[in-house]
Every structure is written in C-alpha cells, then in structure tokens.
C-alpha cells in the first residue's frame, strides 16, 4: 500500500480514483485532516499513478475525467464535506504552517490598525526608510516590515489568498525553511529594488508573493514528486497581472519592482533546491 499524494477533497478523488480504475490501477481514498489521501494497492503502479496524479491537478477538469466517472463511477460511493463552517475553519488552519499563518494574521491586524485610526503612527514604524523623517538605516528592520503593510481591501485580499494557499503548501509540505528564506529575501530584496525605481513610498507582500509563485511554479516542474506545483494557467495569468502593472490599465499604484524581484528570487531559490534534491 503506497500513498501516492493527496487531492483537496473526496470529490476530486473518487474522480481520480475512477479515472485509474480506467487504467486497471486498484487506488482508494484515506482521509486526513489537510484533504484525502490517495493509495495504490501494487506498488509497480506507482510511477504511473504519480505522473497520472500530476496531470490531474493540472487539469482536473478535463473531459477525460468526466467520462471515466461515467463509465467507472460507483453509485454508492459517500462524500465527506467535513462539518460546515468548523470544517472549513480547520482546513484554513491545517492548510498551512505556523510561519503561513503569522505572516497573515500579522498582516491583517495591521490592516485593521491602519483603518481604526493608527495609520499614521504604524506608517511611521514600518515604512522604508526616507519615508517618514528621522527614519534612517539604524532602523534595519524598515527593509522588511513595508512588505506588512497593506492600503487597500483588494490589495490586502489579493496577496494573503496566495500566501495562505502556496507558502501554506511549501510550508506544510517541504517545510519552514524554504518559506522563510523566500519571506525574508523577497521581503527585502525586492523592496530595495522598489525604493531604487519609485521612492520609498510603497507597501504590500507583493514580491514575496511572487516568489512563492515562481518558486512552487518551478518546483513542480523540476521535482515532480515534491508535492508542491502550480498549474500553467495560474502561472499564466500571474504573468499577465504582472505585464498589466507596467501599464495605467489597473488604475492603481503597481510595485512593479517588488513583483519582479520577488520573482527572480522564487526562482533563483526553486533552481537552487532543486538542483540539491537532484544530487542528494
């Protein structure tokens, strides 16, 4: 019995699973508390099943899936939603580590202050340097702490939904390391690329956003097996949002500097630990 991987819920998997009866691949499906887990019954369907797994979270969708349902599917098969809104409570707080869940929580109590009253007082503390009077290099944590900072619903909303969603899968599944390097270096790198091109007036965990996606984007390609990967699609419209912030069409302040940064350092790091899981 071999656990070849998990889907985000029974749905999905009783798809899958009838799609490998398809294949004559024995596959059933075993609950745990971040989603279901998927086990294969003979050990030499394996490597079949893990490259047929991968195409499916790429494409779940696919008519291929639907059909083998139809043909394959079990009438009595029983879904487990999980208990409604405890449920869903528990899959937000098991989707991620405790670094995924500090970084979010953080931020939003700090959107909350900005909006209570305390924007300029938390502006003061936390803004890059030469954003605010006597603000100078001794305050060295002014390199980080605007990537916090949040000036809007939308841009608040926007980051902490692919925070929570990809640094919760590299944390959960490779671990606290590589979410750290990737939150402090495309906290700060990025920023000082942003503070060169537009001044110091500028905030939001865009760039390390974007270093979570370059980095899951490619360790999926590089390393299948890792267990992190996003699909192409995704991949695509990041690419398009990041050209449209060169251009007036999102009619908002865009750190252009900041996302492509934060890009660069996801991938510098995803080619850095692939290569090292390669040679280990």
């Known amino acids: 019995m071999i656990e070849i991987g998990q889907l985000p819920n029974a749905r999905a998997a009783q798809a899958f699973i009838d799609y490998l009866k398809g294949l004559n691949i024995q596959c059933h499906a075993v609950q745990h508390a971040q989603g279901v887990g998927l086990v294969i019954s003979n050990p030499a369907d394996e490597s079949q099943a893990r490259a047929e797994l991968e195409q499916f979270a790429n494409n779940p969708y696919d ?45 939003v109590a700090i959107f909350a202050g900005m909006n209570l009253g305390f924007a300029d007082a938390i502006y003061n503390q936390l803004s890059f340097f030469g954003a605010v009077p006597h603000s ?13 900072m949040h000036f809007s619903t939308m841009h608040i909303v926007f980051n902490l939904l692919w925070w929570w969603y990809l640094g919760g ?26 503070f060169y091109m537009t001044g110091p007036h500028f905030g939001g965990l ?21 267990g992190i990967s996003l699909p192409q699609a995704y991949m695509g419209f990041m690419m398009v949002w990041l050209v449209l912030g060169f251009t007036d069409l999102l009619g908002m302040p865009i750190a252009n500097g900041a996302h492509i940064g934060g890009l660069l350092v996801g991938l510098a790091q995803a080619l850095f630990d692939s290569r090292k899981q390669s040679t280990s």
């Not at 100078?136 to 916090?148: C, H, Y």
């Not at 590299?170 to 000082?192: D, H, K, N, Q, Y």
């Not at 974007?210 to 097996?225: D, E, F, S």
Request: charge should be positive; glycine fraction near 10%; proline fraction near 6%.
């Open 169 to 194: 899968k590299i944390e959960t599944r490779l671990g606290i390391r590589p979410l750290l390097f990737l939150l402090v270096i495309a906290g700060t790198i990025p920023s000082v690329v942003q």
């Open 136 to 148: 100078d290099i001794s305050q060295i944590w002014r390199v980080f702490t605007p990537s916090l």
């Open 63 to 107: 008519s291929k899936y639907l059909q083998a349902s139809w043909d394959n599917g079990d009438t009595s098969a029983k879904f487990n939603y999980g208990p409604g809104t405890k449920g869903l409570v528990q899959q937000f707080l098991t989707g991620a580590g405790p670094l995924t869940l500090i970084t979010f929580f953080s931020c």
């Open 206 to 226: 865009s760039g390390v956003v974007y270093a979570v996606v370059g980095y899951t984007w490619l360790m999926g390609i590089r390393q299948p097996r890792c």
